[in-house]
């Protein structure tokens, strides 16, 4: 369903005071002094020499496994509930994979089945 040209202006007045509050408060937190720019300057300068340096590809692949290392580590931390519904049910009972006898149907072990 479509929203009416009023709704968005509405939405965007509120975006606006929002992001004009943060920057106030953003301002009284970072110090205005005269070296600030000259700062800022040298830093993108430094940056720009830096990336300069470095091949582009070289640059892209670094990144790529980065964020390939980042997504596993988010996955395995976030990993599905469904899994943990197949460990022991009880602290007390001995790991699934120090059984000694065959796998069974039932016990602390098996997985949870909803019926």
């Known amino acids: ?9 509405a939405d965007i007045a509120v975006t606006r ?3 004009e509050r943060q920057l106030e408060g953003l301002r ?11 700062a800022m300057l040298a830093g993108a300068l430094v940056a720009g020499a830096v990336l300069a340096r470095l ?4 640059l892209v692949g670094a990144s790529t496994c980065a964020v390939q290392a980042g997504l596993a580590i988010a996955s395995t931390v976030a990993a599905p509930r469904s899994s943990a519904r197949t460990r022991c049910t009880s ?3 001995p790991p699934c994979a120090r059984r000694s006898s065959g796998p069974s149907s039932s016990g602390p072990c098996t997985p ?3 019926t």
């Open 91 to 93: 602290i007390r009972s």
């Open 28 to 38: 009284h937190r970072v110090p205005d002094r005269w070296w600030t720019p000259y």
């Open 55 to 58: 091949p582009l590809l070289r």
């Open 112 to 114: 949870k089945t909803s």
């Open 17 to 19: 005071g929002l992001i």
């Open 1 to 9: 369903m479509a929203r009416s040209t009023a709704e968005i202006q």
